[in-house]
């Protein structure tokens, strides 16, 4: 069975662009997270789906970043205009359900904003 | 107030030393979940282990072991013989039964085993 896919791999952009990326989570998989990986710490929750309803964006941020999960399955994550402190790897996750049980990530999207 | 904190940022071992991960984590909640993820440099988050708040038993996946300890607040991970594939930043997470999945992870431990 194929796990989380995410791309692009790694995006090198000029700040102030807009940049997307892309996942598509385990079969079957009701809940989606997207993380934010700066170098040298764990993860950080961005958002957080339950089918195609956002139910935890508090870490959001709003002004610049948007993401929706069409018909529950795939998701896009999108920051408009990207600044230099956007540099960091975003990780998109997946779980049966939320509460507990464990999530399985993809390989990631490492960004760097010049 | 929720918080995973791994002491030790780095550690380097020879191949076939056993190395302790520590994890100490912070909460108010009785139901709460424990994890560990191996993240190698290829960038992947690997799930290895699963605790609820309510389960103490230590547990034994081949050269794997963890020791979960509510009254010292650490669930410790044991790699027993370690291997040059076992290089990899280690990761400790809580999640809390109530905020859906949400992983609050610890600053990880970047193992390196030498042959």
């Known amino acids: 069975e194929a796990g989380v896919v995410q791309s692009p791999r790694y995006k090198i952009i000029e700040k102030k662009q807009p940049v997307a990326f892309w996942c598509n989570p385990i079969?079957?998989?009701?809940?989606l997270y997207w993380y934010r990986q700066n170098l040298g710490q764990g993860p950080e929750l961005l958002i957080r789906y339950e089918n195609e309803e956002a139910v935890d964006d508090s870490q959001l941020p709003k002004d610049r970043f948007s993401a929706e999960r069409l018909k529950g399955v795939d998701s896009t994550l999108k920051i408009q205009p990207a600044e230099l402190g956007d540099s960091a790897v975003y990780l998109c996750?997946?779980?049966?359900?939320?509460?507990?049980?464990?999530?399985?990530f993809g390989q990631g999207t490492r960004l760097t904003v010049v | 107030a929720q918080k995973v904190t791994q002491a030790q940022t780095e550690i380097s071992v020879v191949e076939k030393e056993d190395v302790t991960l520590d994890c100490v984590y912070e909460?108010?909640?009785?139901?709460?979940?424990l994890f560990w993820y191996k993240q190698p440099p290829s960038g992947e988050l690997v799930f290895l282990i699963r605790?609820?708040?309510?389960?103490?038993q230590n547990e034994i996946s081949g050269r794997y072991s963890w020791n979960f300890q509510k009254s010292t607040s650490s669930f410790n991970f044991t790699i027993t013989a370690s291997q040059v594939v076992d290089s990899a930043v280690y990761f400790c997470a809580l999640s809390h039964y109530n905020q859906g999945g949400k992983l609050i992870f610890g600053q990880g431990t970047e193992l390196s085993v030498k042959p």
């Open positions: 996750a997946s779980s049966v359900t939320g509460g507990g049980t464990e999530a399985f």
């Open positions: 909460t108010r909640d009785t139901t709460y979940y």
């Open positions: 079969s079957g998989h009701n809940t």
């Open positions: 605790r609820n708040s309510f389960d103490e």
